[in-house]
Structures are given as structure tokens and as C-alpha cells.
């Protein structure tokens, strides 16, 4: 009835050449365990870009020049218009790299746990150490709040909210159009209160959602030699616009974290200052990452510990203001400021060092896998890679030895 099957021997056809894969029909997945091999390699991952890791070192450098500056640079319009200038790029450089990096933020349970060990949890524990760091130097008795970030601990909460809505900004069509929008209406709105320092969160947003659009041939756009000649004459007319503006301007604007109403200007000149610092700061940041070096420096290493020295050199300059270290008349004058700036620059360069990074990484980084239930797929991949390794341990163990000839 049907046809006996050739039995298999050396006379048999031999077997179809494989066939491409025809539109609309899926292939046939490959086992599972060839699946998790492939996801999940068992070889280092991607090389740091060093391009990145400077710009976030120079950054830092800059956030805490800029709050050594500050005590500094009343009666001085010079400085105080510098000042000015690298207000308005450094944090919104900072940010933006932020923003890329965070261009793979989803609700997966191991980048949630990554979200509150590296921010939620450093934000409790700096927030409650500034405060009783502030009563013991200062003498004053403020209550540990949460709600109301001190100083430096606002990024934290930023970087937290902003970071927790990505798959909503990466959901909508125009996120960036929407973010400034959202910027505008806060820099108008004074009823937002101090909670969470939702008005400088709301109004430093566009630049994350802007880091979210970018990608890497975007970047490189600027790292061209001809974007680092023309960054020279834009940052000398910065420093022109800053000196005119310094008698003329209120610097509170750069900072984001008031109303235009509360600057003392009518509620219209909000939105259009949002505009207007939008532009300029791209313009400087843009510039900015022109002169950051692309090749692996002495100090590329460090920016992976950038926000160990964000966090920790505020103690230092905080211990300075209550000290009353700069009132020293002479720290006023060109000299002074030269001292003052380069021992900020060198504070927060040994703060990103590996040697403080382990000793503060329990307060920085915190494991805490004790504090997490372990996914059940997990458990699964790990207890595979368990048994995939003891095989090969076994297989090589099981391998005769070649015999070597005298």
C-alpha cells in the first residue's frame, strides 16, 4: 500500500541545500538553551565609550568649580559673568548624557532594582546625612524631610522621575516638543511648591528627554574638528553676553528652580527665558562637547565615579561656608579665586577615584540583594549556567591526557 523507505546506507540522496526563509513565514527558533547562550554570552560586555566618561568628568568638574565660585563672586564682574557661562551648560551637558544612557529604561524588574539601589536609596541616605551634617557644623536643628531636597540631593530626585517616566517619553510621538512645554508651564507656575523641587525637575526635563532622542552619529556631529574651531569664537561672545548681562540680569533664572513670578518678572517672561536658555545652553553644550577629548585620558577612568564626587564634594564646600573659609579677603582677588579653583577641581578629582568610590560604595552603590525577591526566570538562567559549567568542568576532567614523547 505504501511505498517501503529506502533503508539508509552509502547509496542514499543526499539532502536539500537549505532554503532561505520565505517572507511572512517564522523560522524555526533555535533551542532554548542556544537562546540563552546567545543573550547572554559568557564574554565582557561592550567597551566604555571615553568620549562619555570625559564629558562626565569635565562636567563634575565644572558643577563643583561653579559652587566654589559662588561665595566668591560678589563684587567681581568677572567672575561672577563666568560663572554665568558655565552655569548655563554644565548641569543641562550632565543631564543630557544622563538622558542617553537611560534610552533602555524599561519596567524590567533588574532595572528597576538598578533604579533604586543607584537612586532612590543614595537619595535617603545623602539627604539624611546633609542634614545632620548641616545641625552638627552649623548648629542648627532642621528636620530630616524627605520631600524637601538640600542642596545637591535635587538631582537625585530628578534623575529619579525622569528616569521613571522614559517608556513614556519614548511612547509619544513628539516627546521633546511636549517636555518644553511642560518646562514653560512651570517656569510660570509658583503654586508647585518646594516638594521634591518639582519646579527645577520639570524645568531641567527637556534636556533628559533630549539626551533620549540623541543617538551616537549625533554626538559625533560635534566631536569634528571644525565644530571645535567654531566653538572658540561662540564661547568669547558667551563671556561678552555674561559680562553685559551681570548688572542687568537676575542670575536666579540659570538655576530653573523658581517661577518667573518669584524672580520678580511679569508670568509672560517664563516661558520666552525657557526659550531663550534652552537655546543657549544647547549652543554651550554643543561646544562644550567639542573640546571634550575622544581618546582614553588620565582622567577617563574617573568618570565612571562622577556621581561620588557630585554627592561627596558637598560636604566639603559646605564645611567651608560654615567655617567662614571664604571670607578671607585675599581668596577675593585673582589669586585667591585661582587657589579657590583649582582646589575644587583637585577636591573632586579624588573623590572619583576607585580608592573612595570602594570605601563610599555602600552608600553610592548599594547591592542590597538581600532587599529583592529573585525572579523565578532568573533563578532558572542561573541555576543553567551552574549546571553548563559543571559539565564542562566534568568534560575536562574526563579528557585523557595526550601523552608527551621523550
Excluded at 570625559?54 to 563666568?82: F, T
Excluded at 532622542?213 to 567654531?230: D, G
Excluded at 540659570?254 to 536658555?277: D, I, K, R
Excluded at 581618546?295 to 564645611?319: D, E, I, Q, V
Aim: charged letters at 20%; proline letters at 9%.
Amino acid at each position: 500500500m505504501f511505498d517501503a523507505a529506502p533503508s539508509p546506507g552509502p547509496n542514499r540522496s543526499p539532502l536539500p541545500l537549505a532554503q532561505p526563509p520565505v517572507n511572512g513565514v517564522p523560522t524555526p527558533r533555535p533551542p532554548v538553551e542556544a537562546r540563552e547562550r546567545r543573550a547572554a554570552p559568557d564574554r565582557p560586555g561592550p567597551r566604555r565609550d571615553a568620549f562619555f566618561d570625559n564629558a562626565k568628568y569635565l562636567a563634575i568638574v565644572l558643577v563643583a568649580v561653579g559652587h566654589a565660585w559662588e561665595p566668591l563672586k560678589d563684587g567681581s564682574r568677572l567672575l561672577e559673568s563666568v560663572y554665568t557661562v558655565v552655569y548655563t551648560f554644565h548641569m543641562p551637558a550632565f543631564i543630557i548624557v544622563s538622558g542617553f544612557f537611560s534610552r533602555h529604561f524599561d519596567m524590567r524588574p533588574h532595572r528597576l532594582k538598578r533604579l533604586i539601589t543607584g537612586v532612590a536609596v543614595p537619595y535617603v541616605l545623602f539627604e539624611t546625612a546633609y542634614t545632620l551634617f548641616r545641625n552638627l557644623v552649623n548648629g542648627s536643628h532642621a528636620d530630616i524631610s524627605l520631600l524637601d531636597p538640600w542642596y545637591l540631593t535635587w538631582f537625585l530626585v530628578a534623575l529619579f522621575v525622569w528616569r521613571l517616566t522614559t517608556p513614556l517619553w519614548q511612547l509619544v510621538r513628539h516627546p521633546l516638543p511636549l517636555a518644553i512645554g511642560i518646562a514653560m508651564l512651570a517656569s510660570v507656575s509658583p503654586d508647585i511648591g518646594d516638594d521634591l523641587d518639582l519646579r527645577r525637575v520639570l524645568q531641567f526635563l527637556p534636556y533628559f528627554v533630549l539626551g533620549l532622542c540623541l543617538r551616537p552619529e549625533h554626538f559625533a556631529l560635534v566631536r569634528r574638528r571644525r565644530a571645535r574651531i567654531a566653538s572658540v569664537p561662540v564661547f568669547a561672545a558667551a563671556l561678552a553676553a555674561g559680562w553685559w548681562a551681570v548688572p542687568r540680569m537676575n542670575t536666579g533664572w540659570f538655576a530653573h528652580s523658581e517661577s518667573a513670578q518669584e524672580l520678580g518678572a511679569p508670568w509672560w517672561c517664563g516661558p520666552v527665558m525657557t526659550l531663550a536658555l534652552m537655546g543657549c545652553s544647547l549652543l554651550l553644550t554643543a561646544c562644550f562637547f567639542a573640546w571634550v577629548p575622544s581618546r582614553t585620558t588620565w582622567f577617563t577612568p574617573l568618570g565612571a565615579g562622577t556621581l561620588y564626587g557630585y554627592l561627596l564634594h558637598g560636604f566639603l564646600m559646605k564645611s567651608g561656608d560654615y567655617r567662614g573659609w571664604f571670607e578671607h579677603p585675599w581668596l577675593h582677588r585673582p589669586p585667591g579665586v585661582v587657589l579657590v579653583t583649582v582646589l575644587a577641581a583637585t577636591a573632586v578629582t579624588v573623590l572619583c577615584t576607585g580608592p573612595v568610590r570602594r570605601v563610599f560604595r555602600f552608600a553610592v552603590e548599594p547591592r542590597m540583594e538581600w532587599a529583592f525577591r529573585q525572579d523565578a526566570a532568573e533563578q532558572a538562567r542561573s541555576r543553567n549556567r551552574r549546571g553548563q559549567r559543571q559539565q564542562r568542568g566534568q568534560r575536562q576532567r574526563q579528557r585523557p591526557r595526550e601523552s608527551v614523547g621523550v
